[in-house]
């Protein structure tokens, strides 16, 4: 799982990703001084994609802007939900280029756990 979770970082764009499922972590490149934007991440997240599901909203992407970083999360097959932190002006549209594009090997690594 975290080999998956490194194929994402990119200078400038991905610094650090981990995945949710069950409100926890299950696996996480953060290093120790963002931990605190995994944790707002892991409770945020959940809460949009449980809340959206809820209702019947079929939303699978959310961002959150904190201070100078961004939280992306990205709903999963399962329930697992994939968290991004970026700088808060990268730009998105690669973001999403990236994890559309990393879907085989991300979803390998969860069905695997």
């Given amino acids: ?3 998956a979770l490194k194929q994402l970082h990119q200078p400038g764009l991905i610094q650090a990703a981990c995945f949710l499922r069950n409100k926890e972590v299950e696996a996480s490149t953060f290093e120790a ?3 605190n934007y995994q944790t707002i991440a892991r409770q945020a997240f959940t809460y949009i994609f449980h809340n959206a599901s809820r209702v019947g909203a079929n939303h699978n992407e959310s961002h959150l802007e904190i201070g100078h970083m961004r939280l992306s999360g990205f709903l999963m097959p399962q329930g697992w939900i994939l968290v991004c932190l970026s700088p808060k002006h990268s730009n998105i549209q690669l973001l ?6 990393s879907q085989k090997g991300l979803r390998a690594a969860t069905e695997s756990a």
């Fill in 33 to 35: 001084n963002d931990r």
């Fill in 96 to 101: 999403r280029e990236v994890v559309k594009c």
């Fill in 1 to 3: 799982m975290i080999a």
